[in-house]
């Protein structure tokens, strides 16, 4: 794959997500018209469900750390750090980070919180992580297995993952949606996902299917 391709994909990114934040955020905070709300609740319900999702998880696990991986606005960061876990919020969008630095500071929980302005393939860090989750990040990553080594050398205990689910009617209209605003948007397949996992290093412990994604844990081997 040429470079100048992967350095285009992430130009677009940054500038869509800087131009979305925003509006992105509220899907979390409800802060739209009634009418917005409800097409959120119904045509965004995966959003929800891999939010609850997490949060079973990480009572299972109970992480004294943890790190998110394209945090976005910051909202399971906030949500981890209040269960008691330190929390590292990696994000190349400063739009996004910046507003999860007022959510953090307004939900008192900075003091358990960190954030890095940076794609993860140059984060350059010795941390390991009880959990490390990728959530709503997978959509937009042409090739998953340079990312998928740097968060396994990352994780201690458990990975958490949702990824787009290919060949659903929904991911189609999606697919066309985010191109036409620019950003590009990826999709996969189960055993697709598995054997990425794999070949880095993990074994996947449980595989579900919320809505549109496949929602993985896994464990380093």
């Given at each position: 794959?040429?470079?100048?391709d992967?350095?285009?994909?992430?130009?677009?990114?940054?500038?869509?997500?800087?131009?979305?934040?925003?509006?992105?955020?509220?899907?979390?905070?409800?802060?739209?018209?009634?009418?917005?709300?409800?097409?959120?609740?119904?045509?965004?319900?995966d959003?929800?469900?891999?939010?609850?999702?997490?949060?079973?998880?990480?009572?299972?696990?109970?992480?004294?750390?943890?790190?998110?991986?394209?945090?976005?606005?910051?909202?399971?960061?906030?949500?981890?750090?209040k269960?008691?876990?330190?929390?590292?919020?990696?994000?190349?969008?400063?739009?996004?980070?910046?507003?999860?630095?007022?959510?953090?500071?307004?939900?008192?929980?900075?003091?358990?919180?960190?954030?890095?302005?940076?794609?993860?393939?140059?984060?350059?860090?010795?941390?390991?992580?009880?959990m490390?989750?990728?959530?709503?990040?997978?959509?937009y990553?042409?090739?998953?297995?340079?990312?998928?080594?740097?968060?396994?050398?990352?994780?201690?205990?458990?990975?958490?993952?949702?990824?787009?689910?290919?060949?659903?009617?929904?991911?189609?209209?999606?697919?066309?949606?985010?191109?036409?605003?620019?950003?590009?948007?990826?999709?996969?397949?189960?055993?697709?996902?598995?054997?990425?996992?794999?070949?880095?290093?993990f074994?996947?412990?449980?595989?579900?299917?919320?809505?549109?994604?496949?929602?993985?844990?896994?464990?380093?081997?």
């Open positions: 794959m040429p470079t100048s992967i350095k285009t994909d992430e130009v677009r990114l940054v500038e869509y997500w800087s131009r979305i934040a925003p509006d992105f955020d509220a899907i979390y905070t409800g802060n739209k018209n009634p009418v917005s709300r409800a097409l959120d609740r119904w045509l965004r319900k959003i929800y469900e891999r939010y609850a999702w997490v949060m079973r998880k990480a009572e299972e696990i109970k992480p004294a750390s943890v790190c998110d991986v394209g945090c976005g606005s910051g909202r399971f960061v906030a949500s981890l750090a269960r008691g876990a330190r929390v590292t919020g990696v994000d190349f969008a400063p739009d996004m980070l910046k507003l999860a630095r007022q959510l953090t500071t307004s939900e008192g929980v900075s003091d358990r919180c960190e954030f890095v302005l940076s794609d993860i393939l140059d984060w350059k860090t010795s941390d390991r992580f009880d490390v989750i990728a959530i709503g990040f997978w959509d990553v042409r090739d998953p297995i340079p990312r998928l080594e740097v968060i396994r050398n990352l994780t201690k205990r458990s990975f958490l993952s949702a990824w787009p689910r290919a060949g659903t009617v929904r991911m189609r209209i999606r697919n066309v949606r985010l191109k036409m605003a620019g950003c590009p948007v990826y999709f996969f397949h189960r055993n697709q996902i598995e054997e990425y996992l794999r070949r880095v290093g074994r996947v412990e449980s595989s579900e299917i919320l809505g549109q994604l496949y929602c993985i844990q896994a464990t380093p081997v």
